[in-house]
């Protein structure tokens, strides 16, 4: 067993280094399967015990924590999620003000939506859009920083409690698995509201972002690192498009979508989603189809993409460009930006459709965008027989100007 101890030193963001980023916490809030009984343990009475209940102790400690090594890395893993929380405190304040842009952008998509007029339900789409709060790992920071204190003055009162009744090394293993437990209780307590995501996910931040109950979205740190660039088609064709992605979970209906309250204010016009999925499954066949298990993450994916486009376009014609700053076009990284986000190096190998996962195939899932996008054809010149223009099947646009016009209902909008 490693008596290394916990590096948890106070914060200061001079000497922070952003290592081993995309670790994970993973079993300290465990997955189901896998239990980790944890309770405080007080030494107010250690003095008064004799050598017998104190190696009694002592064996009792290690013999039931075979799981402390790994809940010893998972609480630094953590202490490095906030180090590059606070290294990337410029990236938080743009990424936030990114999505207050983002969100108003679409709200004025909706108002030009012609089904949105006729269902006169502008107001309640509008009003679902307000409600959606971002949250990063910054929303966990004072958490972990207590957890850290905590720890360190554990780890401290237990060295001199117990001192000169173990040796060196068995005290400082003993002392860790003490603190270690302490602050591990200490976050479970939390109640950041951030936490409703899981705080297995949150303090593992490991490439995460989800839309929680259609009121939340939550993207881990190294998402943050998309709004690094300066370059528009880098921002809005990656960032851009992953923000308003975890946005439009809100806004898109699925099959399983029965209790949802905008429900009968939600367009009937939303087949091309699945038949676009359908037609690219037939033309680029790497991964079985299942176009109603995905649908949400389709439209999502569709409605996003065209947003982040129409808000790009709109961005760059009012920007002072240098002449020829990219090697390659604008409108040509725009598109690379949801390319480089959803590359995977299994994604061109054929397998069986995942029922567990609600995404379609990465590989799948930008050609289905490439193919609905007119702009991607004009972008890389491409030819009516290319095979990325034939795979389109009908135009589909849930969103804005071009979405489909639909009959009234019989039913009223208002509440």
Known sequence: MSTTPLILAPISTHMLVPHRLKEAFSKCWAPKGIRMDLVEIHLTDFQKMSDDQKQKLFRQIIVGNNQYAQLKTELN???NALAV?????R???NARSFFDKLKNY???VIEATPWAKTYQSIEIFQEALDKIELFTFR????AVELA???????????????HGSYSSEHAETFCEIVACRHAKMFLDTRSEKVFDFGRYTVLGDKGSMLNHNDTAVFFSNDFLLLLSTTHLSDKFGAAGFVFLHEIMHTLVMGP?????PLIPFW???SDGVAEQAMKTCTTFPIMGCSPNATFEEDASDMAAYRIAWDFYRKSYRRKTVVKNYESLTKDQLFFYGASVLLRDSRAMTAMKTNEIDPHTNNYQRVNTLMSQMPAFGDAFQCKPTDKMIENKARHCELYGNNAPAVKKRKFSSKR
């Open 77 to 79: 893993q953590a202490a």
């Open 267 to 269: 367009t009937t016009k």
């Open 256 to 260: 399983t979508d029965f209790f949802n």
């Open 91 to 93: 990236l938080d304040k």
């Open 148 to 162: 850290m204190d905590k720890y360190n003055k554990i780890f401290d009162s237990c060295q001199s409690t117990v």
């Open 139 to 142: 929303d966990a920071r004072l």
């Open 106 to 108: 679409a709200m004025k």
């Open 85 to 89: 929380s606070i290294i990337f405190d």
